[in-house]
């Protein structure tokens, strides 16, 4: 019974992946038909990313430590903000603020018979290739240049904690940044919603350390959004205490069960077009 579950878990996890191909091809050829516009939004995205060097240059041009971080660490940490920052925008920010349009003109009716997961479909339908661009490169080259500067040994394992912590940072954005957009079940109307994850998600933007003792812990084991950034940095350091590496394990599987859970239960509240 356990093999057919595993066999059963597996096949909807292929399933599914080759229909995400399927969204990421759509949303390439559907961006390319209006270059123009694929073009602007990049621009658009390299002023903001311009905005965020400025943390950059404060701290180099301060030629001290800031709250015991150096500039080749709070370079580290930028750049990895907006590696995720690149995630984010390009895989789910769009899908989760269409959420309360899809509820308001009773757009999930559709989706409802389609042969996939209604959240897997209606929070990863949409891909923005444009707006995780500028991000990336800026980001990963931030990254890479810090991590030299700084002399951290390149070796396969602190590479790979990196990366695994940076994937856990990414299931934590999904379920912690898709959990206010399911109020829009009961409110509809989610302006101030989108207002207040913009500035969440902004702050993560600098190490958690600049912060007080009681915004660091409610910002790691409550609304665990310097986990997302700061963990996988803490890691390369050799800065995570043994409660945080637990978390930092712990945290995504729990708020992926929680948002699945509240999502379940949010959509027993959609009314369809049809009332």
């Not at 959004?225 to 995504?252: H, R, Y």
């Amino acid at each position: 019974m356990k093999l057919f579950l595993i066999k059963l878990f597996f096949k909807e996890v292929k399933k599914h992946m080759r229909i995400y191909g399927l969204f990421i091809k759509n949303c390439a050829m559907q961006q390319m038909e209006y270059r123009a516009n694929f073009l602007i939004h990049i621009v658009v995205e390299c002023i903001y990313v311009a905005s965020k060097l400025l943390y950059v240059m404060i701290a180099y041009q301060a030629g001290s430590e800031i709250s015991g971080l150096t500039a080749e660490q709070i370079t580290l940490f930028i750049g990895t903000f907006m590696i995720l920052t690149a995630v984010y925008t390009g895989l789910f920010m769009d899908n989760f603020y269409g959420i309360s349009n899809k509820v308001k003109k009773g757009e999930l009716d559709m989706m409802m018979v389609k042969p996939v997961s209604l959240q897997f479909y209606t929070s990863m339908r949409g891909v923005n290739l444009a707006l995780p661009v500028p991000n990336l490169l800026v980001g990963g080259a931030m990254v890479c240049t810090s991590w030299s500067r700084m002399g951290i040994r390149v070796s396969a394992g602190n590479i790979l904690l990196y990366i695994a912590l940076l994937v856990c940072g990414i299931v934590l954005t999904y379920s912690i940044f898709l959990f206010p957009q399911l109020l829009a079940f009961w409110t509809v109307q989610t302006g101030a919603i989108v207002e207040m994850t913009d500035k969440l998600w902004d702050f993560n933007n600098m190490p958690m350390k600049i912060y007080g003792r009681w915004i660091q812990r409610i910002g790691t084991f409550v609304i665990p959004v310097f986990c997302i950034t700061n963990f996988p940095v803490m890691s390369v350091l050799g800065s995570l205490s043994p409660v945080q590496k637990i978390w930092a394990a712990a945290a995504p599987a729990a708020f992926a069960v929680l948002v699945r859970i509240a999502w379940k239960g949010s959509v027993r509240h959609y009314s369809s077009a049809g009332g």
